[in-house]
Nanobody
Framework: QVQLVESGGGLVQAGGSLRLSCAAS????????MGWYRQAPGKQRVLVAGITSGGITTYADSVKGRFAISRDNIKNTVYLQMNSLKSEDTAVYYC????????????????WGQGTTVTVSS
């Protein structure tokens, strides 16, 4: 089973920056899309940003222009650069990987990280 391990969360003042990382490890043949979701207290988990293996990105409207997602396909690692952070960005951020295959013929599946907490103080 592929493991996704996040790092980089923490406490930051409004207007500051953080960089999240998520490394996938284990037997990996390919991963289609990697991305970040977040879940604020009392709210549903929502997509923040995603990136395909070909580099196509998607962002939630609330983070466009402030966050940037990138990916290293060799290292199976995805990054989220978060700038101009706001208090409403406070949440647990989860790494997501879709279309994980352990071999060419294996059935793809979805993986999730354990989550890393981002707290933005105003």
């Amino acid at each position: 089973q592929v493991q996704l391990v996040e790092s980089g969360g923490g406490l930051v003042q409004a207007g500051g920056s953080l960089r999240l990382s998520c490394a996938a490890s284990g037997r990996i043949f390919s991963i289609n899309t990697m991305g970040w979701y977040r879940q604020a207290p009392g709210k549903q988990r929502v997509l923040v940003a995603g990136i395909t293996s070909g580099g196509i990105t998607t962002y939630a409207d609330s983070v466009k222009g402030r966050f940037a997602i990138s990916r290293d396909n060799i290292k199976n690692t995805v990054y989220l650069q978060m700038n101009s952070l706001k208090s409403e960005d406070t949440a647990v951020y989860y790494c997501n990987a879709e279309g994980i295959k352990t071999s060419r013929a294996s059935k793809p599946y979805v993986g999730w990280g354990q989550g890393t907490t981002v707290t933005v103080s105003s």
